[in-house]
T-cell receptor
Framework: GENVEQHPSTLSVQEGDSAVIKCTYS??????FPWYKQELGKRPQLIID?????GEKKDQRIAVTLNKTAKHFSLHITETQPEDSAVYFC??????????FGTGTQLKVEL | KAGVTQTPRYLIKTRGQQVTLSCSPI?????VSWYQQTPGQGLQFLFE?????QRNKGNFPGRFSGRQFSNSRSEMNVSTLELGDSALYLC???WGTGDSEKLFFGSGTQLSVL
């Protein structure tokens, strides 16, 4: 079945710096790649997603890039703020809502 | 618009018992998916229901089952509980287009098996 690897598992940045989280997937049939943010004790919330017919997508300070050939996709957060501190999960899907999630990245934005 | 509602928020059970969790999706959403979240395994897909039918299934034993009602509300049941079933169980709703789509998660039910 599909396998999604996510790195790093923890990431600490200074406020205002950029943060990059990387994921790789194994199933070439995967065509949907969402990113979810989960704050401590709260539900996961979608922050951005990309489909396989697009190479890059931006939403204000957040961007996602997809390299289908290498089966890599990455989340980029610019001008990080303390409220960006959370666990971020990447995921892949190939139809329906059966998503395979990465193991998560704990992002800490320090003042 | 009300979000995804899961009940109960917390459950404590003992090994061998069974448990039923409930999920009410966002109004108009017809797909409900269930995920298990643990510190070691992350989020793992259990199953998806659409129009009262199971549309997708993950790699969990038959002790894990679910159903969906005509109003799209869903329940999942775990029988013969094991210690390893302790986890946060999240349900997520979506429109149910058949394509992978944005999921709206509930706050989860935290199950502890003693």
């Amino acid at each position: 079945g599909e396998n999604v690897e996510q790195h790093p598992s923890t990431l600490s940045v200074q406020e205002g710096d950029s943060a990059v989280i990387k994921c790789t997937y194994s199933d070439s049939a995967s065509n949907y790649f969402p990113w979810y943010k989960q704050e401590l004790g709260k539900r996961p919330q979608l922050i951005i997603d990309i489909r396989s017919n697009v190479g890059e997508k931006k939403d204000q300070r957040i961007a996602v890039t997809l390299n289908k050939t290498a089966k890599h996709f990455s989340l980029h957060i610019t001008e990080t703020q303390p409220e960006d501190s959370a666990v971020y999960f990447c995921a892949s899907g190939g139809g329906g809502n059966k998503l395979t999630f990465g193991t998560g990245t704990q992002l800490k934005v320090e003042l | 618009k009300a979000g995804v509602t899961q009940t109960p928020r917390y459950l404590i059970k003992t090994r061998g018992q069974q448990v039923t969790l409930s999920c009410s999706p966002i109004s108009g959403h017809r797909s409900v998916s269930w995920y298990q979240q643990t510190p070691g395994q992350g989020l793992q897909f259990l199953f998806e229901y659409f129009s009262e039918t199971q549309r997708n299934k993950g790699n969990f034993p038959g002790r894990f089952s679910g159903r969906q009602f005509s109003n799209s509300r869903s329940e999942m049941n775990v029988s013969t509980l094991e210690l390893g079933d302790s986890a946060l169980y999240l349900c997520a709703s979506s429109w149910g287009t058949g394509d992978s789509e944005k999921l709206f998660f509930g706050s989860g039910t935290q199950l502890s098996v003693l």
